[in-house]
């Protein structure tokens, strides 16, 4: 047991040199648009073969692959929910993703590790109940784990940074 340090920065998730980044993918894995499509450009083509390989995820689930071209040596991919209004498990899904996003991080001895904000760009999550529920799922696991020593939230843009700046402060 550690106490993870967690914070926020804004920049392009893909230029992090980090142990493992996640990555906000879908459930066949295959690449897409967004911060998915931008780890797929930066890690190159092995990221596809690796990705095939692993036939798919389950939404609020969570599987790794090396990072290959990219500075992160590891990524991290789990499948957010898509925003169907709010009851249909979407906080749960979420939730989940943070957690097993972690949950195998640890297994896998990594110290280091980044977050973009799950789920809200083409999945349409609000981003002031993501960030919440980011926040809160990360403080909650964060103590339990032996080997992640730090968490950044890493949000593309200012107002995401921002609204977790203001969380975090609330929850320390
Ligand atoms: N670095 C960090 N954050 C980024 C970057 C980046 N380079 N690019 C975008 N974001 P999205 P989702 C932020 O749409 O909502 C894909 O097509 C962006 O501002 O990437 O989970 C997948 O294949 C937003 O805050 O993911 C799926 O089909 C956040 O990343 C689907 O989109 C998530 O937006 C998943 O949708």
Request: aromatic content about 6%.
């Amino acid at each position: 047991m550690n106490n993870a340090h967690i914070s926020v920065i804004q920049a392009d998730i893909t230029t992090l040199a980090l142990d493992a980044i996640v990555n906000a993918a879908n459930k066949s894995l295959l690449g897409g648009g967004g911060v998915d499509g931008a780890i797929h450009r930066a890690a190159g083509p092995e990221l596809l073969s690796a990705c095939i390989a692993l036939r798919g995820c389950n939404t609020g689930e969570a599987k790794m692959t090396s990072g290959y071209l990219l500075p992160a040596r590891h990524v991290i991919h789990t499948v957010g929910p898509v925003w169907h209004g709010g009851t249909h498990g979407e906080a749960e899904l979420l939730a989940a993703c943070y957690r097993h996003s972690l949950e195998l991080a640890d297994v896998h001895q990594i110290r280091s590790i980044a977050f973009p904000c799950i789920a809200t760009g083409v999945y349409a999550y609000p981003h002031q109940q993501a960030a919440q529920i980011a926040v809160a799922t990360v403080a909650d696991i964060a103590p339990t784990l032996s080997h992640v020593e730090k968490i950044i939230f890493c949000c593309f843009h200012a107002e995401d940074a921002a609204l977790y700046q203001s969380l975090l402060k609330t929850e320390n």
